[in-house]
């Protein structure tokens, strides 16, 4: 190793900032396992699923949607053009996989039984789906990342490997990802009594999916957006103005069938009284769903990159909010409870989320992850990988648009 | 063969002998908790000039039992819903998920446990009543086959109309459950949850995970559809285009 080029990071404020999450969450997490959930968290007997379910669970796995969404959209539908952002977006859902493991590795009360899921089986637990989601969805995802890492380090062998069973293991992604977003709505369809009616539905299911595929197309904007700004990366603006466009097709899709569902289940009137809940559900529909697709209809705003980013951040926040009133604020009055997460839940929360950052900045150093970057990525004519592997790679087949040019 | 309990909320006196019976039972620690705690299956609320148990209700068909990823809970064939401490991995689903709000949580233990009223499922297996129901002085909670106290229940109600409520809490709440109540005052007046649904809650998520298999199926067949037809098409424009250039040589 060469020590000369080891040296001391500068201290930027982002740095500092970084470096004072992970301390207190470290401190956090200190506490989680030395005195236990009780001293570290607010969760009750009453309300045993707090923020680590609701923010680092469900919203994790939501936000790391991008990859199932795009993989499929490049693999299945062949939209060539999609290419060059695979790459981050398949990062991107790895990393957030990865955290929402280490997160419940937080929040199981016995984390180191946590493979009993895989030997003890109860078909009937949604639970149980989720269990095995995770853990096939991340075996499926290493594979879809490993290409970078065997790029990386010259392995020609492996990379012909993955690139022969590339289409089966994007088809299971997909399967996978769909059953385990759904999942995660369906683990509330046991809980008709605890829901509130405006969030309680039989199809769940289908709008935990929805919202994240919507989010998947979102999330990549967003990051597309903040790596520009981090890396000094051209924006590929046609093609994430294309996301933007797709977007309003889901979200619309997603508004007709919340209204539909209010009107099936006849509770309509529950969106008219003066409760936190009717509040909630208001912001929620108006800024995470009407307010990001109308603005995404029109042209200039799909084009304009802040547009783009901000449009993509409303959807963003909307979704958050959403799984949010789901696992906890349409979920305390039925619990006949209150609940707000405790410091040191918030400092454990906070600390993954800075540690995706982090490591996706530094992944994407290290790693050839984005199409115009100094090491060699993106598009055969760049890339320096033998013949054999330029048709049927991850991110090596020739992007389409580039060929009609 | 499915064991139970009855409580007749107009018997009991308040004087929480089913409390102390529970604690020596299962030895637990003596304490005061005002309501059911990892240390306290089973607590006698006031409710007004009423003294009403609560405890694990024993369901017949169990949420906990059905949400458990690893099948730390189950459902005795005789009665009692047990757990399994050494499955147990803490994801706390049957917490949130049991309607009635039950099971307890060892929050302060680094190896926490879920805790709740196991029915005395040892003395039960032997033949013998529960704990509780053999300290109760007043006959206000009594031991036995569910069915037998169903028709118990119904015999107090038809014998003294003018002073029950017409109604067996535990009868058809949830798809039935272990432990029935009968009263003289209305039940959602005690504290009792009267929005309940009448089926077993399992059916909900499993209306939904059974049909999995049928999703991967029809799903992986459709998506490799999608792409033989898609790269087809890819196939066909690059041909197309070598005969295009083929003739613009021509």
Known sequence: ?405 | MSKGLLIDITKCIGCRSCEAACKAQNKLPENNDPDLTATTYTKVMERGDRFVRKMCMHCQNPTCVSVCPVGALQKTNYGPVVYDESKCMGCRYCMAACPFQVPRYEWSSAFPRVRKCIMCKDRVAQGLQTACAEACPVGATTFGERDDLIHEAQDRIRQEPGKYVNQIYGFSEVGGTGVLFITDVPFEKLGFRTDLLKEPYPMLTWNVLSKIPNFVGVGATLLFGIWWITSRREEVKKEEAEALSKKDKH
């Not at chain 1, 695979?86 to 990062?91: A, H, K, N, V």
């Not at chain 1, 492996?158 to 709505?185: A, D, E, M, N, R």
């Not at chain 1, 799909?302 to 409303?314: D, E, I, Q």
């Open chain 1, 1 to 405: 190793m060469n020590f000369s080029r080891l040296r001391i990071p500068r201290i930027t404020f982002w740095r500092a900032v970084v470096a004072v999450f992970m301390i207190l969450g470290v401190y956090a997490l200190f506490v989680r396992y030395t005195r236990g959930l009780g001293a570290s968290s607010h969760m009750t007997d009453l309300f045993p699923w707090g923020l680590w379910i609701g923010f680092d669970l469900l919203c994790g796995v939501g936000l790391a949607a991008g990859g199932f969404t795009i993989c499929a959209a490049v693999y299945i539908f062949n939209v060539e053009r999609f290419r060059p952002i695979i790459r981050p977006t398949i990062l991107t859902s790895f990393l957030g996989y990865l955290l929402v493991i280490t997160a419940l590795l937080v929040d199981l009360g016995r984390p180191y039984r946590i493979w009993h899921a895989l030997v003890m089986w109860n078909p009937h637990s949604v639970m149980f789906e989720v269990a095995w989601c995770v853990m096939l969805y991340t075996t499926v995802l290493a594979l879809e990342f490993s290409p970078i890492v065997f790029e990386k380090f010259k392995l020609e062998g492996p990379l012909k490997i993955i690139h022969k069973i590339s289409i089966p293991l994007v088809i299971l992604g997909v399967i996978l990802s769909t059953l385990h977003q759904s999942s995660l709505g369906s683990l509330y369809l046991i809980m008709p009594t605890k829901l509130h009616p405006l969030w309680y539905s039989p199809i769940l299911p289908i709008f935990f999916f929805v919202s994240a595929v919507a989010v998947g197309l979102c999330m990549t904007i967003f990051e597309s957006y903040l790596s520009n700004r981090a890396f000094k990366k051209k924006l590929e603006m046609d093609l994430l103005a294309d996301l933007g466009k797709i977007a309003v097709v889901v979200l619309a899709v997603l508004l007709v069938l919340k209204v539909q569902d209010l009107q099936y289940r006849h509770v309509w009137r529950y969106l008219f009284q003066p409760t936190q809940e009717a509040f909630l559900y208001w912001i929620e529909v108006t800024m995470g769903i009407i307010v990001p697709m109308v603005l995404l209809m029109f042209r200039k705003v799909r084009y304009h990159s802040f547009g783009l980013f901000a449009s993509a951040l409303l959807v963003l926040l909307g979704f958050v909010m959403n799984r949010l009133n789901v696992s906890i604020t349409g979920m305390t009055r039925g619990s006949m409870t209150t609940y707000f997460p405790s410091f040191l839940e918030i400092m454990v929360t906070v600390m993954i989320v800075s540690l995706g950052f982090v490591i996706f900045s530094q992944a994407s150093r290290f790693f050839p992850i984005f199409a115009d970057s100094k090491e060699p990525v993106g598009t055969a004519s760049e890339l320096p990988v033998p013949e054999a592997d330029r048709s049927e790679s991850f991110a090596n087949r020739p992007s389409y648009a580039r060929s009609r040019h």
